[in-house]
């Protein structure tokens, strides 16, 4: 595998700033400082949109879609520029490394402990751009590597051990690694099927689809897939049906168990850190009921009993009766969040944000304040 390592000190241009609801006012009485807060309750950040410090000649960008911390504390980083596939950072945003251009259409990372070790699941969902700038597609594909990117193995197209027909489309976007080390991959941008494989890639069953006669099965863009631990004794896997506005939960054998609801929100994949659940949003519906938006995204976190308990970027969460209410991107938040695709939470509980469609930058640093 051919590796490059950068030593940049080029910065992008400093942000713009959102707060809501009167983010025009606090752009300007707090323009100096840059100290601009967004996000409710006890989840409020402090904006850094030039974390990165990368500069886009020498470490050339398309989307940075997900991002995880392994065990040194480093923030790897998958996109789809065919020649940075895996970045690599430190918490202050030095790049200490980048590799990889096997995988043109890079979409999801998933980081697993087996032993002493971290181990990377690299999903290439088959879309790619093209120089273009328009999108073509190849077969997708799923990686297991060590955290060096070094192959371990490669799982193959559905059809090769015989859970798809002749015709039905592939394009994987994530993996999750339950505790016993079963594999799941969504086929989120292809037939919306969740394929469960043992710890060696052999595989068990496959679930989800859209055509079940109970409809609960049903996925719809089933863009993530994560497990839910936060319940010892009974973890669960949780699937985006993104198009649907929601998280769907399963039991490891693939056995729906209930829906979490979040309207008008086009959530990417469910990140689970100590009691709380965190998500991209990369659309969301406007005031007028235009879905698909350009620029609309933003972010949100969950409680222990899933209720949203703050959007940093968004509408403050509002329930009546028992349900939530509408979320929206907050008026001005496009000055710092196009589509938000991932979120990495480190140790002092800051986020990472990636984003797809974002104009090529790198993530953004939200800091817990």
Known sequence: MKRRTFLQNSSLLSAGAVTVPSFFHILKREKASEDVIIGHGDFRYKVHKNWAKIGVVGVPLLNCHEMVMDRKGRLLMVGDHPQNNILVFDNSGKLLDAWGTEYPGGHGLTLAEEGEEDVLFIVDCGWFQKRDGSYDRQQGRVVKTDINGKLIFSIGHPRTFGAYEAGENYQPTEVAVAPNGDIYIADGYGSDYILQ?????????????????????????????????????????VVTSRNDYSFKYFTLEGQYSHTVNLPGAFVCRPVFNDNNLYAGVCWSETEEGKRWHPNTGFITILDKDNRVVSNPGGTAPMYKDGKLQQLFQAKGAEKVFHHGHDVCVDGDKNLYVCQWNANKTPPIKLERV
């Open 197 to 237: 494989f043992n710890h060696d890639g052999e595989f068990i069953r496959k679930f989800g689809g859209k055509k079940n006669e109970n409809p609960n099965y049903n996925l719809n863009n089933a863009h993530g897939v994560a497990i839910d631990q936060r319940d010892k004794d009974n973890p669960m896997l």
